[in-house]
Structure formats: structure tokens, C-alpha cells
């Protein structure tokens, strides 16, 4: 099975910027597309972004419309999300997935 190790969270004030990393051992990443979710404190955990597996489909959820992006680079089987302008709402642990794997969480704290 795929392990996923996420990394890249952090302190940012709003409207600050942050690049995590969602790094996949195994030969398979490739094959499935790749998820990133989060969860903040108290809530359930929610969809943020989506990506296919050659990279070229993505979809995202409203709140990440505009302001995230996510990425591939399957030479490096490595996913990412980029996220700009960051807001108070968006603190949450941070989750990659893949088919049935999941990584252990980045932590974001966005301060306003």
C-alpha cells in the first residue's frame, strides 16, 4: 500500500501563501488521481482539491476557487497545492489521499 507524507504547513498571516507537499512511496502513484482534504478544529473533514492522474483534470471546492492550485509531478511522486491568499477560515489539518491511503496531516494556521 501507499504511504503519503505530507509536509510544507505552517504560521502564515492572512493573505500569505503556502506550498504543501504530499510525497508517495511505492510505484504506484501514478495510476490514481490524488485528493487533498482538510479538517479543522471541531468540523468534519472536508474536500479541498483534486487531481487526475496524469495532472491534467483538476477540481476544486468552492473555497479553494480562485485562491489554490494543485499539482503533479509524477517523476517525483509528488503531489502539491499551492494555496494564496490565505484566510482565518482556511486553519485545518491539511490531508493527502490517494485511492485508499492517507497521509498524517500538515498542520496550516492562518492568523488575521
Known amino acids: 500500500q501507499v504511504q503519503l507524507v505530507e509536509s510544507g504547513g505552517g504560521l502564515v498571516q492572512a493573505g500569505g501563501s503556502l506550498r504543501l507537499s504530499c510525497v508517495a512511496s511505492g510505484r504506484t502513484f501514478s495510476t490514481y488521481a490524488v485528493n487533498w482534504f482538510r479538517q479543522a478544529p471541531g468540523k468534519e473533514r472536508e474536500f479541498v482539491a483534486i487531481i487526475s492522474q496524469n495532472g491534467i483534470s483538476t477540481n476544486y471546492a468552492e473555497f479553494a476557487k480562485g485562491r489554490f492550485t494543485v499539482s503533479r509531478d509524477n517523476g517525483k511522486n509528488t503531489a502539491y497545492l499551492q494555496m494564496n491568499n490565505l484566510k482565518a477560515e482556511d486553519t485545518a489539518v491539511y490531508y493527502c489521499?490517494?485511492?485508499?491511503?492517507w497521509g498524517q496531516g500538515t498542520q496550516v494556521t492562518v492568523s488575521s
Open positions: 489521499n490517494q485511492y485508499l491511503s
